[in-house]
């Protein structure tokens, strides 16, 4: 199983910062990776999917990088609906799809 | 509206049995592989079982395999999850997920509560 390692486990900053979450994983994946959002009581909503790529209607500050086993969602600048739980996904493993632990983005 | 809205859950003791059921619309359903993907209320998520567009090839995590069974109705849009020899640790919200674009999971359920409990 492809283990994935998020951090930090919770980032505190203020509307307008710009806030960086990683994800490793415990073997090399390519590209095959996503990252999602969560708010209080809603399903999960796909962001970026294959790394780097923003999934349909989501806005340009968010991005992600990386390839291998490190990386990274860069939320430019923060707005207040960006608060949230974030967690990713490998689909390498197609036979054992595997989400982090998920990093929480809360209000400082 | 592209949809996907789970049911089927409630309180069960270990060992029942539970079926979910998720119906979509909005979406050829038959296109597109599906999930089950669970949490465990303020955990994280889980993935739990993968079943292709016509339902011939299915996969599961170590923790469910030969207790639950994903199964689909493509004529009646709906997917399923068989859930037998229920656990204590199964409790958890399950979520349908539509595999699609390179199968990451683009369209969820809100989930349907499963309890697991003497």
């Known amino acids: 199983e492809i283990v994935l390692t998020q951090s930090p486990a919770t980032l505190s900053l203020s509307p307008g910062e710009r806030a960086t979450l990683s994800c490793r994983a415990s073997?090399?994946?390519?590209?095959?990776l996503a990252w999602y959002q969560q708010k209080p009581g809603q399903a999960p909503r796909l962001l970026i999917y294959?790394?780097?790529n923003r999934a349909t209607g989501i806005p340009a500050r968010f991005s992600g990088s990386g390839s291998g086993t490190d990386f990274t969602l860069t939320i430019s600048s923060l707005e207040p609906e960006d608060f949230a739980v974030y967690y990713c996904?490998?689909?390498?493993?197609?036979?054992?799809?595997?989400f982090g632990g998920g990093t929480k983005v809360e209000i400082k | 509206e592209v949809q996907l809205v789970e049911s089927g859950g409630g309180l069960v003791q270990p060992g029942g049995s539970l079926r979910l059921s998720c119906a979509a619309s909005?979406?050829?359903?038959?296109?597109?592989?599906m999930h089950w993907v669970r949490q465990v209320p303020g955990k994280g998520l889980v993935w739990v079982s993968r079943?292709?567009?016509?339902?011939?090839?299915?996969i599961y995590a170590d923790s469910v395999k030969g207790r639950f069974t994903i199964s689909r109705d493509n004529a009646k849009n709906t997917l399923y999850l068989q859930m037998n020899s229920l656990r204590v640790e199964d409790t958890a919200v399950y979520h349908c997920?539509?595999?699609?674009?390179?199968?990451?999971?683009?369209?969820w359920g809100k989930g349907t509560t499963v309890t697991v409990s003497s």
């Open positions: 294959d790394a780097s």
């Open positions: 997920a539509r595999g699609g674009l390179l199968n990451y999971m683009d369209v």
């Open positions: 909005g979406f050829t359903f038959s296109s597109y592989w």
């Open positions: 079943s292709n567009n016509d339902g011939s090839s299915t």
């Open positions: 073997q090399s994946i390519s590209s095959y």
């Open positions: 996904q490998q689909r390498s493993n197609w036979l054992a799809l595997t």
